[in-house]
């Protein structure tokens, strides 16, 4: 499990529901349509109310840039779509001497497929792709639904109103908020096994919506956790994680965005030689995890990469059963040795049987140089009954690291969140039902009235 460094302040969850309460999205959707509908009657009843909703529900993302975006395709598109749709409209009642009928002929609904395609081609011509879709809609709704219509051109006017109003409704309700005071100041740190997620290792779109949510609001956040980079990559996909990472259980400090290392703590060269000898005398093969020129190398001694399939059961199948999972990864750069790697180690990783790696530890602690290193026991990317020893120098630790980090930060305070109450602040015993983001919510931004100005924003 990840465990992150600190006081232990225990964080209870509670039972799940069996009916969970409804979201922001959905009760900001309630609340658009029901403006749209205000707004409607406050029109004396002109125009549609249908567009005005759809356009609002369309409009209430996640994201307020998501919500700007496509409110202006869903504005744009309607504006083009109404343009060739009054055109195709005057041209018809030109030749039809003032008055199409719904049963129009075949050559009316063969010039409106023209039409479509004039429509789709200027907004290529205009780059404004993304509206394509509205702007048929809108033109099909105009020249089908409304062509017996008194005065169809009232309808082109309402039509753009409606949607328009629909936009202006969801940006409204989407922008207003809880006066919530919000603390940029402190560095948040969380694990990520059992406290982001649970054993199937999928973040929930409720957990990925609120951190980006939180991080574009200004909070310094990052995670601490025993994988390396390449792995939190993958768990974290979607996450804009803006500020450096802690990782490989403390030996790295590694920065998202610019793929770079700022911080590696390595084991000296005749440490790392004793732990490959050590471990060639008890017959096991590993991996020899190394960063060379801002690379993550991973050596492997004692067994062949894409050798002869080894035998079931040994420990060769094991290792080649993590290298399968993680191959794929362009994070990741494997190679065979045959010699003791000891230059740019970070640290040794050998996979097997539960109460092999557990006698395998008690072993190396009976070492004269035991005192020199650090041990680790996983089951994550492990089968049942196999666990993952890790074995680091000394010096690497997520607590000393993450004072490195806060350093780098220029963060006042840290508040980490993990799974063992003697080692965090904040211990969140389930991942389940986003309990990490809900707490993480009360201490970021709690609801204040010196958060005023926080009240309406995007």
């Known amino acids: 499990m990840d465990m992150m460094g600190g006081n232990g302040e225990d964080i ?6 069996r009916l969970p309460l409804p979201g922001q999205r959905i009760l900001r959707s309630v609340l658009a349509a029901l403006l749209c509908m205000v707004i409607y009657f406050a029109r004396g009843r002109r125009g549609t109310p249908f567009y005005s909703i759809i356009a609002a529900l369309q409009c209430i993302q996640p994201y307020a840039v998501n919500m700007l975006k496509v409110g202006r395709n869903r504005i744009i598109g309607t504006l083009t779509g109404a343009f060739w749709g009054s055109v195709f409209l005057f041209g018809a009642l030109w030749l039809s001497g003032g008055r199409v009928e719904y049963d129009t002929s075949l050559v009316y609904y063969a010039g409106l497929a023209v039409f479509i395609g004039i429509d789709l081609y200027s907004t290529v011509l205009l780059r404004i792709r993304e509206s394509s879709y509205f702007s048929t809609v809108v033109l099909l709704s105009i020249t089908m639904n409304h062509i017996g219509d008194l005065d169809p051109y009232l309808f082109v006017f309402n039509r753009t109103m409606d949607t328009i109003i629909g936009v202006g409704a969801a940006i409204v309700i989407n922008s207003l908020h809880l006066p919530r005071d919000r603390d940029c100041e402190t560095l948040f740190v969380s694990g990520v096994d059992h406290v982001l997620f649970r054993e199937d290792r999928h973040l929930s779109p409720f957990t990925r919506v609120q951190l980006n949510r939180f991080i574009q609001d200004g909070m310094r956040f990052s995670v601490s956790t025993r994988q390396t980079p390449a792995t939190v990559r993958e768990l974290m996909a979607g996450v804009d994680l803006r500020l450096p990472i802690i990782a490989m259980d403390g030996a790295v400090l590694y920065d998202m965005k610019t793929r770079t290392y700022l911080r590696t703590i390595k084991m000296d060269r005749t440490l790392a030689e004793e732990v490959g000898r050590f471990l060639d005398r008890k017959n096991k093969p590993f991996y020899i995890n190394t960063v060379e020129e801002n690379l993550l190398v991973i050596y492997s001694r004692g067994y062949r990469l894409n050798g002869p399939a080894p035998e079931p059961g040994s420990p060769e199948e094991a290792m080649r059963v993590l290298y399968e999972r ?16 000891t230059e740019n180690v970070l640290y ?7 109460e092999e790696m557990k006698s395998l530890r008690e072993a190396l602690m009976r070492e004269p140089w035991a005192g020199e290193i650090r041990t680790s026991l996983d089951t994550f990317d ?24 806060a350093a780098y930060t220029g963060a006042a305070r840290t508040v980490l969140f993990g799974t063992t109450q003697d080692e965090c602040d904040v211990r969140i015993p389930d991942a389940g039902g986003g309990s990490m983001v809900k707490e993480l919510k009360k201490r970021f931004e709690p609801v204040s009235l010196k958060g005023w100005r926080h009240i309406l924003r995007l």
């Open 12 to 17: 209870a969850v509670k039972k799940q529901q």
């Open 326 to 341: 993680k191959k794929n990864s362009p994070y990741r750069n494997y190679v065979n040795t045959d010699s003791l790697v």
């Open 348 to 354: 040794h990783l050998v996979i097997g049987p539960e």
């Open 382 to 405: 492990c089968r049942e009954g196999e666990r993952i020893l890790r074995i680091y120098s000394r010096q690497a630790t997520r607590r000393a690291m993450l004072e490195e980090l």
